[in-house]
């Protein structure tokens, strides 16, 4: 440790200022351009993208966008992988947020026996990497009559999402004021109308956030997606993307659609950043546990 | 009595613990199972005892597609971490813009996998793909690269991607981690008129270290389960250069029907994936959250 004697020459003094600076700068470009370039070669023709791949697009046509909202001659109606997306995602959200709120709830109110037991059965099941089910599950699903469905793939999404909602929600009833609860329950409230009617409308908050936590990974998950949804009308917008995929770029005449669909499937996921980037980066520190 | 008084927080769990037990635990009990059997799917299932692991020893896709999840999950986790680090080091100077520069390089984190995959296919394509038209474009003709489409540059591209999306991750954890160190000890170390760099090295690091380490084993085991970005890009291509565990376990099951070998190479990742994230369970106490 030579702390004391270190002299800097002046000039190295402002070296990290300036060297700072330009690595942040540079490192925006190289994040911003490629999702810049990619909206921006959405709606260019594929003229304007092969003559001039940089160039901003002039002029701006959607084009690509109706051509594979309504579908075309290779791929059925792009509005069918958004439609299915959605009401999957939302589904999902909605099994997910109930089951976790529940046993969340349960977890930081209760005091039974074995209520420790299923915390560390919880966290147990974080550990287990989603690829080891896919296989039984490609059967089992069969066997229930939920492959292809859209009730299974929301089943399939709560129940990944499940135990680290529900470690989150019980940190979070742990902190809940129980005298809220209480005068409900003396009202004549059951348990679970205190919980409906008290508990979850004033943790609202919470429960959005949670909802902003698995938002993201349920929109874009691909391989229960692939696996479980292999037939044409039921397909979600990852597989719509990952299907999308020519051979080679020369050969293809349809490079703006291609640029329409990807475009159009972040999208929904950045309007969502814009509008909420505080909760999501702060859901994401606690989401890491995952 | 007690089981009556707590019935009604057994019946608040029950629709959790049902679709874990359902759609987590059955599934996995199956695939250890299966691991011992020979299946095409069709006709009925021979047990095989340790046959598929013996085979899978054997099997040098197998062998390759660990050392790529490995090689992948080593240099995407370094790479995210150690330009991670440089941003939120960067930014926690206060630098004008801060709030944007956050802002900007979550974005990519935004992106589904399957479209950031997408979207540099194009960028690495080699005669309009945008990487080497830009190369070209500036007088740097001698760099352009077959990138994804020959084996020797394929997986290093791939991971270029990974850390091009998810570097963000890592700053916002590391920013909050640098953001906690009391401001008074940075005072302190300034009024001893010590270097940036040696304040960088005594003090930041040593106090983020805990930190440091905890996003080092989540994206590692993060990346271990690595899928959608190289079924997008490569589909394990070119030959079986980029196959990861992932990748090799679905073409198994469901481009070859070997659903018993397979599932033996899902033990395989569920055995390592497990432990690693097992001992960091138990290493690192799970936090709870604010709101």
Redesign the interface.
Known sequence: ?H?KH?A?HPLL?RI?GAT??I??VV??I???Y??L??FLTSVKTDKQI?NA??GLPDPLRFENYAIVWQGDRVAQPFSAFFINSFIITFGSLVILL???G??G???A?????G?AA?QQ????????????????????MGDLGLRNSHFGMM??Y???G??FT???MR??F?SFPRELEESALLDGC???GA?IRVVAPVSR??IA?MAIINI?WI??E??FA??LLDQQGVRT???A??G??PA???SESVLGQ??AI?SL??LP??V??FLF?QQ???????G??R | M?FRR?L???L??A???I??L???????I??LE?AFYEWN?LRPREYVALENFEDLFDDRFFWGALRHTLIFAVFSTLGTVG?GL??AM??S?R?RGAAL???????????????T???????Y?Q????LN??LR?VGLAHLEGTWISSRETALGSVIAVAV?QFS??PM??LL?GIENIPEDLHEAASL???????RIW?LTLPLIRPVLIS?GV?QFIFS??V??LV??MTLGGPAESTSV??TF??KE??RKQE?GY??AV??V??AV??TV??VY?RLMR??????
Do not use: C
């Not at chain 1, 999501?280 to 606690?286: C, D, E, H, L, Y």
């Open positions: 440790m702390l270190s800097i003094k990290p700072v600076t690595t942040l490192w925006a190289v994040q911003v490629p999702i370039f990619m092969l791949p940089f109930f089951v976790a529940l046993a709830y349960s977890l109110r209760g005091r039974f026996p209520n299923t059965g919880f966290l147990l099941t974080l550990a287990v990497p989603v690829h080891v089910l896919i296989i039984p599950m490609y059967f089992f089943l399939v709560a129940t990944l499940l135990p529900i470690i989150l940190a979070y742990l059951s348990r679970f919980f908050g919470a956030s993201s929109w874009s691909l391989l692939l696996v917008l990852p597989l993307v990952a999308y995929r080679s770029m020369t291609q640029f990807m499937t972040a996921l950045f969502f950043y980037q999501i980066r702060k859901g994401m520190t606690a890491a546990l | 007690t707590n009604i927080w057994y608040f769990l629709p959790a613990v679709m874990l359902m759609f987590m635990a059955y599934p996995l199956q695939s299966l799917g330009i440089l941003l960067a930014i100077r630098v520069y956050r802002f900007i390089f979550y974005l990519p984190v935004m992106l589904p996998m399957a479209v995959a997408a979207l540099w296919v194009r960028m394509e005669n309009f793909g945008m038209v830009m474009s091009w963000g991750f916002i954890i909050a001893d008129g010590i270097s940036e760099v040696q005594y996003i989540l271990l389960k899928f959608d079924w997008v565990l992932g376990l679905y099951a469901f659903y397979a599932s899902a033990v990742m569920f994936i497990f994230t097992y369970q799970v936090e709870s959250v604010e709101f």
